[in-house]
């Protein structure tokens, strides 16, 4: 079966620009997660859709950071503006429900914000 | 917070079993153990889960201590492209707590 699709791979910006990633998700999976990886660490949870609702955002800048899922199927995540410390993979993983513990993630997009 | 504590690094002969531990000393009763393994520059992998008996999948092995507070993931024939960071997590099974990793392991297996 298909895996998660993410674009782009890499993207350069200057601080104070925006940027948008899509992700979409493994078909018939109702929950969709979208990581933070800074360099070094583990990823981190920034937002959990069970279909196209949000079960937890708390991690999430919000005064910079945005996601949606339309219809809970693809979903994006924007930041405007971005930071410095924006710079990070973002990682997107989905899985059956949100019960289970096994997710599938793509390969993420690099950001590098200048 | 990480639930749980892992070397930050550990080499592997290729061909040998690569023994990777993971102290989860405040595991409650109901929480599983995840293993994930993450190659550079691709999204983690899930491997195994396991709650309180050895589990064995075409990955890895998972061998869970009796008092649940710690446990090993045995790849038994190491290769080259088993060479990645392997999280041990902690979590509830049926809920919607979310995965925490934390820095995990850094296996090298060498030629």
């Known amino acids: 079966e298909a895996g998660v699709a993410q674009s782009p791979r890499y993207k350069i910006i200057e601080k104070r620009q925006s940027v948008a990633f899509w992700c979409n998700p493994i078909?018939?999976?109702?929950?969709l997660y979208w990581y933070q990886q800074i360099l070094g660490q583990g990823p981190k949870l920034l937002i959990q859709f069970q279909n196209n609702g949000v079960v937890d955002d708390s991690q999430l800048p919000k005064d910079r950071f945005s996601a949606e899922r339309l219809k809970g199927v693809d979903s994006t995540l924007k930041i405007q503006p971005a930071k410095l410390e924006d710079s990070a993979v973002y990682l997107c993983?989905?899985?059956?429900?949100?019960?289970?513990?096994?997710?599938?993630f793509g390969e993420g997009s690099r950001l590098t914000v200048l | 917070d990480a639930k749980t504590t892992q070397p930050p690094s550990m080499d592997c002969a290729e061909g040998r079993a690569a023994n990777l531990p993971c102290n989860h000393s405040?595991?409650?009763?109901?929480?599983?153990v995840y293993w994930y393994r993450q190659i550079h520059s691709q999204g983690p992998q899930y491997i195994i889960h396991?709650?309180?008996n050895n589990e064995t999948n075409e990955m890895a092995s998972l061998i869970i201590t009796e008092d649940r507070k710690s446990s090993t993931l045995i790849l038994p024939h190491a290769t080259l492209r088993d060479t990645a960071v392997y999280y041990c997590i902690v979590r509830t099974q049926g809920g919607s707590e979310k995965l925490v990793f934390g820095k995990g392991t850094k296996l090298t297996v060498n030629p």
């Open positions: 396991g709650l309180k």
């Open positions: 405040t595991i409650s009763g109901n929480e599983y």
């Open positions: 078909s018939g999976h109702a929950t």
């Open positions: 993983a989905s899985s059956w429900d949100r019960g289970t513990g096994e997710l599938f």
